[in-house]
């Protein structure tokens, strides 16, 4: 059984920074592709970063713009994000997941297996 659990998440003044950690276990994690997604209620789920099995394809959405790097770690089976800078427009639950193939993905149908999300809120 596949479990990813996030944590990290918390209240943070805008400007701030948060380093989120994703643990996974029940799959080979080294071998997938993992995700960070972010949903706000009353709009999608919006695609925030991406990195492959290996750790040197990436990609990030396009409202980031270098202020959120991800990055993992094999031998711990854990994927992080770490935030900087943050805006209020970033509070959101935060959610990882893996993926079914090693190469990085951006959309979330994609991904076949989801946490149960960590809160971020930014204040102003």
């Known amino acids: 059984q596949v479990q990813l659990v996030e944590s990290g998440g918390g209240l943070v003044q805008a400007g701030g920074s948060l380093r989120l950690s994703c643990a996974a276990s029940g799959r080979t994690f080294s071998t997938y592709a993992m995700g960070w997604f972010r949903h706000v209620p009353g709009k999608e789920r919006e695609f925030v970063a991406a990195i492959n099995w290996s750790g040197d394809d990436i990609y990030y959405g396009d409202f980031v713009k270098g202020r959120f790097t991800i990055s993992r770690d094999n031998a711990k089976n854990t994927v992080y994000l770490q935030m900087n800078s943050l805006k209020p427009e970033d509070t959101a639950l935060y959610y990882c997941?893996?993926?079914?193939?090693?190469?990085?993905?951006?959309?979330?149908?994609?991904?076949?297996?989801w946490g149960q999300g960590t809160q971020v809120t930014v204040s102003s």
């Open positions: 997941a893996i993926g079914d193939v090693p190469t990085a993905r951006l959309r979330k149908y994609e991904y076949g297996y």
